[in-house]
């Protein structure tokens, strides 16, 4: 990446080029490899035509230069006339001795050895190699501590940001948010923050305080670098982007010299945003590994970031969005108040999404008729957006073998079978068994939460995959102070349902309940030791608000006791399960129809549980649910229950 050229050099210097000594070194090279040779023309002449010259007697003087050639001299002139190449150096003296005899010369010319040397070459060879040589070595050195810079300037630069400056006078950007489909809650954020941006008083005159760091997270290829560059086009502020990787340099203290500059520029051209792509990259958390002291670069470029975010003002005008595939291994610090405290997540498309992704990508595509986007979009669950634009280019390419005129349906489809091939060895794919398998488990949990009076009412399924879980959930959790017996048995019940409904629909179980058995075992374990809702047990608790007791050695119970808990945490569970498996069966039609719903849209929400099964009589009414769709992807805000594969 060149360095921006529209950012002016501090003190206004043009900077030296290094290709100058590239140009230097030639005119030198050239002005000696001249200077080494004679300024007369010569003829060459060959074997035949010498031959006559000696005997017609003109040749006054043959110098051998170098025992390579001999240049002839005729009669008194100063500068040889003619020139040949010897073969063999002896045949050469013999020949010209007998010529001579045979033609009866009377004073026979001899051949007068010399050597010409040619200073230019040798110097040329001996000194100006090697210094061409390791100047050579060094650029190269220079310039891949750059990594890819252009120019030799690269050594004086080398603490320089590194990021690309996109505002109005540059190139213009042209991705802007057309090119981008779907992630429409993603896109309203952003142009929020464009807005904090613009009009800072709108939103600090009421003493709020505008963010300072944005992240983006989700898995790879589902669109965030381009939904940032985007941003650079839609926004009309200066924006500058740079890669995570960008300041990470071999010697030390470069990459915090880089952030430095990068929020030193930042803030002469606020307001303006900077984007930090993969931010992992430098990130990282630190101190997990205290042995390997070669982090310590990383760090102190980390720490240069924190200080710079806590250093600018909450109004100074920059801020800051940065994009990573994994927020979970990023470092604590990066999320506290004032720093990245606002998190976009960029989830992988559903149904519509994926259609809307090709709809995108297919807009420079010649296709045939038959092509259907909402088929396609079916034939592609799990697919990121990445994937879908492979899908596209990867038809296109097949028609183009094919030499056909137009992208056909076939094209698409071996396309996606092709892209497939290489997902599956991701485990990134669900068959469609296990789609299905999914399906009802997840609209089991969902038909049980919403025919139970206290469980959490459900405002959104879905079975696209995150991250490692399958499906996932989000319940709108009552604001609750103290949550009766009955209300905690409801949400054991609704968490069974996943394995109940596997169990009604298929008559056996998978092993996709793990994290609702290790929930309700917890929950179960809880209400008998902890808050005295068992009979058995009664009204005691093992819970020990010191948090000194360590129970795994010493149990404040007795072996008695620790049976009978075994046996009614595994009564209530059992209870549980037996009666979604009752709710189920009861309402096994609704069931399929959620669940079918689930295979076909892949996200469902409160609107399509009560147009199956009527509105809920009791307590959240359905408005307040549907209220709650805007905020969807805040999962912080709901519960959500993700179940592990
Ligand atoms: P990420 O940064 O999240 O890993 P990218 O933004 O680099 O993913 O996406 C890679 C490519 O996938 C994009 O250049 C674009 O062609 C395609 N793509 C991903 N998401 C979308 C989307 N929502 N709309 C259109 N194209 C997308
Ligand atoms: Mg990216
Ligand atoms: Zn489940």
Redesign the pocket.
């Known amino acids: 990446m060149e360095e921006n050229k529209n950012t002016p050099r501090p003190n206004g210097k043009r900077r030296f080029s290094f290709y100058w000594i590239y140009v230097i070194l030639t005119v030198v090279l050239f002005a000696l490899y001249f200077s080494g040779r004679d300024n007369v023309e010569k003829k060459d002449i060959d074997m035949g035509q010498l031959i006559e010259m000696l005997k017609s007697g003109e040749v006054s003087k043959i110098e051998l230069v170098n025992q390579e050639t001999a240049d002839i001299y005729l009669d008194k002139e100063k500068e040889p006339r003619y020139s040949y190449r010897i073969g063999s150096l002896e045949r050469f003296e013999e020949k010209v001795e007998k010529v001579q005899e045979d033609a009866g010369i009377t004073e026979p010319v001899y051949i007068n050895h010399v050597e010409h040397k040619n200073w230019g070459l040798e110097f040329l060879l001996t000194w100006i190699l090697p210094i061409v040589f390791f100047v050579g070595i060094w650029m190269l050195f220079m310039r891949g501590m750059g990594r890819g810079g252009m120019g030799g300037g690269q050594i004086f630069n080398i603490g320089k940001s590194k990021a690309q400056l996109f505002d109005k006078d540059s190139v213009p950007v042209n991705v802007t948010f057309k090119?981008?489909?779907?992630?429409e809650e993603a896109k309203v954020e952003i142009m929020e923050i464009v807005d904090f941006l613009k009009n800072p008083e709108k939103y600090t005159r009421l003493g709020g305080k505008i963010p300072k760091g944005v992240l983006l997270v989700?898995p790879?290829?589902?669109?965030?670098?381009?939904?940032a560059k985007s941003v650079a086009g839609e926004a009309n502020v200066p924006f500058f982007s740079i890669s995570g990787s960008d300041f990470v340099e071999m010697f030390v203290g470069v990459g915090a010299s880089r952030v430095r500059d990068l929020f030193n520029n930042a803030k002469q051209k606020a307001p303006c945003i900077i984007f930090i792509?993969e931010i992992d990259a430098i990130g990282r958390a630190r101190g997990k590994n205290p042995i390997n002291g070669g982090n310590d670069e990383r760090e102190s470029t980390l720490n240069q970031l924190l200080t710079e975010m806590d250093g600018f003002g909450t109004n100074s005008g920059v801020i800051v969005l940065a994009?990573t595939?994994r927020a979970d291994i990023l470092d604590k610090a990066l999320m506290r108040a004032g720093r990245f405290d606002r998190q976009i997540y960029?989830e992988l498309?559903d149904l519509n999404?994926r259609k809307?992704?090709f709809e995108?990508?297919m807009r420079n595509l010649k296709l045939d008729t038959d092509v259907s986007r909402d088929f396609l979009a079916k034939q592609t669950p799990g697919f990121?957006?990445?994937d879908?634009?492979n899908v596209c280019n990867e038809a296109a390419l097949m028609a183009a073998r094919k030499g056909k005129d137009v992208i056909g349906k076939q094209d698409f489809m071996d396309a996606i079978d092709r892209i497939i091939g290489g997902l599956e060895k991701k485990n990134k794919i669900i068959t469609a068994d296990e789609k299905k398998v999914i399906a009802f488990h997840e609209a089991g949990h969902a038909t049980t939460s919403w025919l139970l009076q206290y469980a959490h009412p459900l405002v959104k399924v879905t079975i696209v995959p995150r991250g490692k879980s399958l499906g996932a959930a989000w319940y709108l959790p009552e604001e609750r102070q103290i949550t009766t017996k009955e209300q905690l048995y409801h949400e054991m019940i609704a968490t069974m349902g996943g394995r109940a409904a596997e169990q009604v629909v298929f008559g056996q179980i998978s092993t996709g309940a793990l994290s609702d058995l290790e929930k309700v075992t917890k929950q179960a374990f809880a209400m008998v030791t902890y808050y005295g809702l068992d009979e058995e047990i009664g009204n005691l608790s093992y819970y020990d608000s010191t948090g000194q007791q360590d129970y795994a050695l010493t149990k404040p119970y007795s072996e008695k006791t620790a049976e009978t808990i075994d046996k009614q945490v595994s009564k209530l569970v059992e209870q549980a399960y037996q009666e979604a498996l009752e709710i189920l069966s009861k309402h096994r039609d609704g069931l399929s129809q959620l669940a079918q719903k689930l295979i076909d849209k892949e996200v469902i929400f409160s609107d399509d549980l009560e147009a199956i099964f009527g509105k809920r009589p009791w307590g959240t009414s359905s408005e307040d649910q549907g209220e709650t769709h805007s905020n969807l992807e805040d999962t912080n805000a709901l519960n959500q229950e993700n179940h592990e594969g």
């Open positions: 090119d981008v489909a779907g992630l989700g790879p290829g589902t669109g965030k670098t381009l939904l792509d994009a595939n960029v498309p999404g809307e992704i995108v990508h990121s957006g990445a879908i634009a």
